[in-house]
């Protein structure tokens, strides 16, 4: 039974992925027939990223009154539900509405299931667990671009995804016997805590800063290295696409493998060798030595990248202990999505009124945040 939950929990993690990067492929096609312009996409990003901090703040409660399960499988409906309205959306303020229940069913699968793993599971899992998030992230844009293909408009492409999501949702609902046993065990260790005192508690604010630069350094090279391969190095515009791509195709892959080794390794030790592993890269896009090296580094970066978050997540009990694990994770998610929704935009700005060739710069700045606010956190939590 332990196995066959765990299948789900990966099942449902591939679900939170799978609209995650579908809107990036479908609004080529979408903004034309919204009449809204190109930049929009930002305005419906980070509506659903305010929404998704919220529902991660207020998870802790949810969870507690619910269980894990029960949120779990909700969130996953309500998501559903949501990209079912993106399908029917004709106006942009359409679509502005339905990111309500699509952040509120992100915000509430992410954190509850990432406490449960963190919690129940070994460390191996946690990696796992998020590289079937990078499955649904691929997979969504495989979608919508097999609807595109297909001579269907972008509504089919979601509505696809949605009805994919349904299908999911039903299993999680079915699935609610197997939780039983270990959301007993949780709630028996859980401790009840406002949001002031989890903030005040040592080391949660470093907890959020990680996060936080983490996050940022992860949506901001995503979202730019294409454009700073295309623009500044000189790099055709397919090959900075592909690269651009193998970016995150490199954190699935990563993850995948990360998750044999920390069979032998920390989660520390997995952190602090992932830092010095985007440190390269960020290098190798530094040195004026030519396009290939810069490619080679974007690699490095998305490898490196890989092990930080799962690992960082999975600490989490032991810096805080599972009683209080569910309220700082909630407030770690929300340090997550603060950074994806503010970061790549002001790189955005520093791209067009300086250059973009500060990308290497800024993500370096990104990576110190990261490293430094990792060292305060184990310094606060005595775990050197």
Not at 33 to 39: A, T
Not at 46 to 73: D, E, P, Q, W, Y
Not at 206 to 225: I, S, V
């Amino acid at each position: 039974m332990t196995h066959l939950l765990l299948i789900i929990i990966y099942l449902a993690f591939i679900s939170l992925g799978l609209p995650d990067s579908a809107l990036g492929a479908a609004w080529p096609s979408m903004y034309g027939v919204l009449e809204v312009p190109v930049s929009y996409a930002g305005i419906i990003s980070m509506l659903i990223a305010l929404v998704t901090t919220g529902s991660s703040l207020i998870s802790h409660k949810l969870t507690a009154r619910f269980g894990t399960a029960k949120v779990t499988a909700m969130s996953a409906a309500s998501t559903a539900v949501a990209l079912m309205g993106f399908s029917l959306s004709t106006k942009f303020w359409h679509l502005c509405l339905w990111t309500i229940p699509y952040g509120f069913g992100a915000g509430g699968v992410d954190t509850g299931l990432n406490n449960y793993v963190a919690i129940h599971y070994k460390s191996h899992h946690m990696s796992w667990l998020h590289c079937m998030w990078g499955v649904g992230a691929t997979l969504g844009p495989a979608i919508m671009g097999r609807a595109l293909t297909g001579g269907f408009a972008w509504n089919t492409g979601y509505r696809w995804i949605s009805l994919l999501q349904i299908a999911i949702s039903a299993i999680l609902f079915l699935s609610l016997p197997l939780w039983r046993s270990g959301e007993q065990e949780q709630q028996e260790q859980s401790e009840a805590v406002s949001l002031m005192e989890t903030i005040r508690m040592p080391g949660v604010k470093a907890a959020m800063l990680c996060f936080f630069g983490y996050c940022a350094l992860e949506q901001t090279t995503g979202l730019w290295a294409a454009s700073y391969l295309a623009l500044y190095r000189g790099v055709p515009a397919d090959i900075a696409a592909g690269f651009g791509s193998m970016y995150f195709i490199g954190i699935t892959i990563g993850r995948a493998l990360s998750g044999f080794a920390v069979m032998k390794l920390s989660d520390r030790t997995m952190i602090r060798m992932s830092f010095c592993i985007i440190g390269v890269g960020i290098a190798a896009m530094l040195l004026p030595l030519g396009e290939t090296l810069s490619l080679m580094g974007l690699v490095l970066i998305g490898l490196g990248s890989a092990p930080i978050f799962p690992c960082m997540i999975h600490s989490t009990p032991g810096f805080f202990g599972a009683e209080r694990s569910q309220a700082v994770i909630g407030l770690q998610m929300a340090g997550t999505y603060i950074g994806t929704s503010i970061m790549p935009a002001l790189f955005g700005l520093v791209a067009n009124h300086i250059s973009v060739s500060l990308l290497p710069v800024y993500m370096l700045l990104m990576l110190g945040i990261n490293m430094i606010a990792y060292r305060t956190l184990t310094e606060k939590c005595g775990q050197k």
